[in-house]
């Protein structure tokens, strides 16, 4: 099992950096099975951009979750603590083996009636053009022209 998540440009760009090495969500998949996280990045980019594989899932106050994990969080506490606000529990998933796709994907060309999960959605089996653009053909943060490739009109 497989999920695809929702994350702003941005915070894609930090993952990229490798700055941002926990992604924050208040809810969480049930199925504890899931193999990879495909990244669907948000306007303006709107595609699959890459995946990685989770690490730790933490799940405690928001509060403790700042504590631990601000120094790997890409956000400020301000962003951190409006997302998280009313909220009692939060997750904190690591992100390991990042992976970015040779080109984006988009999403719509693999699935049919395509729409955005607010958070996550579950894909039961990615599709062959999943599968090859993350594994046999990984690219490192030194390969990647990171702007260029996914972000082409920043900057």
């Not at 083996?97 to 607010?118: G, I, T």
Request: net charge negative.
């Amino acid at each position: 099992m497989n999920v695809i998540l929702s994350i702003r440009p941005r915070y894609v760009e930090l993952m990229m950096e490798g700055t941002k090495k926990y992604e924050f969500r208040k809810v969480i998949f049930k199925n504890k099975n899931i193999n990879n996280v495909y990244i669907y990045t948000t306007s303006p980019v709107r595609k699959i951009v890459g995946s990685f594989k989770i690490g730790e899932i933490v799940e405690d106050r928001p509060e403790r979750l700042w504590d631990n994990f601000e120094a790997f969080s890409g956000l400020s506490a301000q962003e951190f603590f409006t997302y998280f606000n009313g909220v009692e529990r939060g997750f904190a998933i690591g992100i390991e083996c990042f992976r970015l796709f040779d080109e984006p994907l988009d999403p719509n060309d693999l699935m049919p009636r395509f729409v955005p999960p607010q958070s996550f959605c579950y894909l039961d089996t990615p599709s062959d053009d999943f599968e090859q653009r993350t594994y046999p053909h990984p690219r490192s943060l030194t390969e990647t022209p990171t702007y260029q490739t996914i972000f082409p009109d920043a900057h």
